[in-house]
């Protein structure tokens, strides 16, 4: 099974910066796609970034220019720089990752616990 765990998350004024980490864990076969999404309080959960194992990025209109999306393999582990943070960035992140646990197993997504992302004024 695939563990995620997010961190990093926390209280910050507009303006300011948080960088969150994805740590995973357990079996992992391979990885095709990363990304962070996003849910605040009564509104839908929403792809903020994603990452492909070819590297390519995409990044949600609101947040482009902002944002960046990272990883290092060799911790297992991704990243989102937050920079320039701004009220209506406040929400629930969440890891995600599209990834098989063996070859001969289907992909599928594995989402970690959420991290809150608090910004005000």
Request: hydrophobic letters at 35%; one cysteine or more; proline letters at 2%.
């Amino acid at each position: 099974q695939v563990q995620l765990v997010e961190s990093g998350g926390g209280l910050v004024q507009v303006g300011g910066s948080l960088r969150l980490s994805c740590a995973a864990s357990g079996t992992i076969f391979s990885i095709n796609t990363m990304a962070w999404e996003r849910q605040a309080p009564g509104k839908q959960r929403e792809l903020v970034a994603r990452l492909t194992s070819g590297n390519s990025t995409n990044y949600a209109d609101s947040v482009k220019g902002r944002f960046t999306i990272s990883r290092d393999n060799a911790k297992n582990t991704m990243y989102l720089q937050m920079n320039d943070l701004k009220p209506e960035d406040t929400a629930v992140y969440y890891c995600d990752v599209f990834a098989a646990i063996d070859p001969d197993s289907r992909f599928r997504d594995y989402w970690g616990q959420g991290t809150q992302v608090t910004v005000s004024s």
